[in-house]
């Protein structure tokens, strides 16, 4: 396994137990998940202060939606590709790679626009 495959392997492992453990609870109630996760994305939200997690808009649900879809089943047949060395792994990369930055920029433009009226980045 080369250097580059063994970081998105860590990557996309770490990817694969974040989005249903985490980014699931923005758009599942919460009564599905255990009492220890609900509280840990909770503290995460205080410590980062982050009103993503906290307030829970419209557009970052929609997002989360897209990674439970779209991103988790994309880094998981990512690890299979990675550890069975199939010739496809470039491309599910690319195509998660494709929203990620699309979804950067949906979250990072509140924050520039926050910056922009009030001089102060959230």
Known sequence: MKL???ILFIYFLIISFAIPLLDAQVCLPSIV?????????NWFANILGNYLISENPHFYVGIAW???LFAWPISI???YGI???????PT???MYGVYFFTALV???FPSFCYLRFY????
Request: glycine fraction near 6%.
């Open 83 to 89: 550890v069975d060395g199939k010739s496809w792994v």
């Open 77 to 79: 047949a990512s690890i």
């Open 106 to 108: 949906f979250l990072f």
């Open 92 to 94: 599910t990369c690319l």
């Open 66 to 68: 897209l990674e439970l």
């Open 4 to 6: 580059i495959d063994t």
């Open 119 to 122: 001089g102060v980045l959230v």
């Open 33 to 41: 998940f255990p009492d220890i996760l609900v509280r840990f994305k």
